[in-house]
C-alpha cells in the first residue's frame, strides 16, 4: 500500500541553524502539506501546496518557513535560523484528487529538537 | 472561524469494555469530519472518515462514528476495547475543497485498564 515517508526520524539543530525537512508523498497525489506538532500539543496546519505554488497556509508558516517540490517525487520543508520554540514534530501528508475533498494520508514525522 | 472540540482530555477504559469518544465541531456547513489515532512516537493514521451520506460510518480495527448534525458532534466509538487501542485519538474537521487544512482537535488519551 502506497505510503507516505519522511526523512529524517528525528533532527537536532542548533538554535539559528537552518533544517531542511524532506517528504515523499504518495505518488499520484496532488496536494502536499505540512502540519507540526509541539509536544503534548495539538496537530497544526503549517501549509498546503498545489501545482508548484503555496495555496493556503496559516499564520505560522512566515517568512522562516518555505516549502519547495524541487523534483517530481520530494516535497521539502525548510525552516531558516531555527528557534527553541520551533521544536516540535512535523509531519507531512498527501491527498489526491481536484476538485474533491479527500482524505490526507500522514507520514510518520520528523522530530525536530533545536538545542 | 472553524473549530474542533474534544471536551475529554483523558479517558480510562477496562479492556472489553465500551468506548465513545467525544467531538464536536464548529462550522457553517456541512462539514467533512475524520477521526485519527497516533500512537506514542508515531505519526497519525486514520480511523474513518464522514463525507456524506448514512450517519454511521464504519473504520478500521472496530471503531465507528455518527455524524449528528443537530448536535454538531461526531463522537468516536467501540463496544469492547482492547488493550492495543490505547493511543492518542484526534478528531478533525475539513471545511474546504481538497487542498485545504484540516483543523484538529486537541486530541484525548485513552488509556486501557486490565
Known amino acids: 500500500e502506497p505510503e507516505v515517508t519522511q526523512t529524517p526520524s528525528h533532527q537536532v539543530t542548533q538554535m539559528g541553524q537552518e533544517v531542511i525537512l524532506r517528504c515523499v508523498p504518495i505518488?499520484?497525489?496532488?496536494?502536499f502539506y505540512w502540519y507540526r506538532q509541539i509536544l503534548g500539543q495539538k496537530v497544526e496546519f503549517l501549509v498546503s501546496?498545489?501545482?508548484?505554488?503555496?495555496?493556503?497556509k496559516s499564520e505560522i508558516f512566515d517568512d522562516q518557513f518555505s516549502v519547495e517540490r524541487p523534483d517530481g517525487s520530494n516535497f521539502t520543508l525548510k525552516i531558516r535560523s531555527t528557534k527553541l520554540e520551533d521544536s516540535a514534530m512535523y509531519f507531512c501528508?498527501?491527498?489526491?484528487?481536484?476538485?474533491?475533498?479527500?482524505?490526507?494520508?500522514f507520514g510518520p514525522g520528523t522530530r525536530l529538537t533545536v538545542l | 472561524a472553524q473549530s474542533v472540540t474534544q471536551p475529554d482530555i483523558h479517558i480510562t477504559v477496562s479492556e472489553g469494555a465500551s468506548l465513545e469518544l467525544r467531538c464536536n465541531y464548529s462550522?457553517?456547513?456541512?462539514?467533512?469530519l475524520f477521526w485519527y489515532v497516533q500512537s506514542p512516537g508515531q505519526g497519525l493514521q486514520l480511523l474513518l472518515k464522514?463525507?456524506?451520506?448514512?450517519?454511521l460510518v464504519q473504520g478500521i480495527k472496530g471503531f465507528e462514528a455518527e455524524f449528528k448534525r443537530s448536535q454538531s458532534s461526531f463522537n468516536l466509538r467501540k463496544p469492547s476495547v482492547h488493550w492495543s487501542d490505547a493511543a492518542e485519538y484526534f478528531c478533525?474537521?475539513?471545511?474546504?475543497?481538497?487542498?485545504?487544512?484540516?483543523?484538529f482537535g486537541k486530541g484525548t488519551t485513552l488509556s486501557v485498564s486490565s
Open positions: 501528508a498527501s491527498s489526491g484528487t481536484s476538485g474533491r475533498r479527500d482524505e490526507q494520508f
Open positions: 505518488s499520484n497525489h496532488l496536494y
Open positions: 464522514y463525507f456524506s451520506g448514512d450517519t
Open positions: 462550522y457553517g456547513a456541512t462539514p467533512y
Open positions: 501546496f498545489y501545482n508548484n505554488e503555496i495555496s493556503e
Open positions: 478533525a474537521v475539513a471545511p474546504g475543497q481538497a487542498g485545504t487544512a484540516l483543523i
